[in-house]
């Protein structure tokens, strides 16, 4: 059973760092792509990074470039997203994903399987 949980999110002021994890079970990460996605209140699911199986390329929405950095560790099982200098426009709730085609994508159709989301808070 492929299982993804997400953890590390919190309460931070404006510019400060949070790091987010996604632990999965299940399936390896040598063969599925892995996306992260993030959610505001009367907003729609959006993209915000992805990691291909394949080569460890990565993608960002431009709203997060040079500010959040996707990595994983396939010995662990875990994909993190390093996020810094965040704003209040980063407060949501973060999903990570799973999906069987290599390559990642920043569409949430794209994706199968999904963790039960963490919520991320930027205010002071």
């Known amino acids: 059973q492929l299982q993804l949980v997400e953890s590390g999110g919190g309460l931070v002021q404006p510019g400060g760092s949070l790091r987010l994890s996604c632990a999965v079970s299940?399936?390896?990460?040598?063969?599925?792509?892995i996306g992260w996605f993030r959610q505001a209140p009367g907003k729609e699911r959006e993209g915000v990074s992805c990691?291909?199986?394949?080569?460890?390329?990565?993608l960002y929405a431009d709203s997060v470039k040079g500010r959040f950095t996707i990595s994983r560790d396939n010995a662990k099982n875990t994909v993190y997203l390093q996020m810094n200098s965040l704003k209040p426009e980063d407060t949501a709730v973060y999903y990570c994903?799973?999906?069987?085609?290599?390559?990642?994508?920043?569409?949430?159709?794209?994706?199968?399987?999904w963790g039960q989301g963490t919520q991320v808070t930027v205010s002071s």
């Open positions: 994903a799973a999906t069987r085609v290599r390559v990642g994508s920043m569409w949430p159709a794209v994706y199968a399987n």
């Open positions: 299940g399936f390896s990460l040598d063969y599925y792509a």
């Open positions: 990691i291909s199986s394949s080569d460890g390329s990565t």
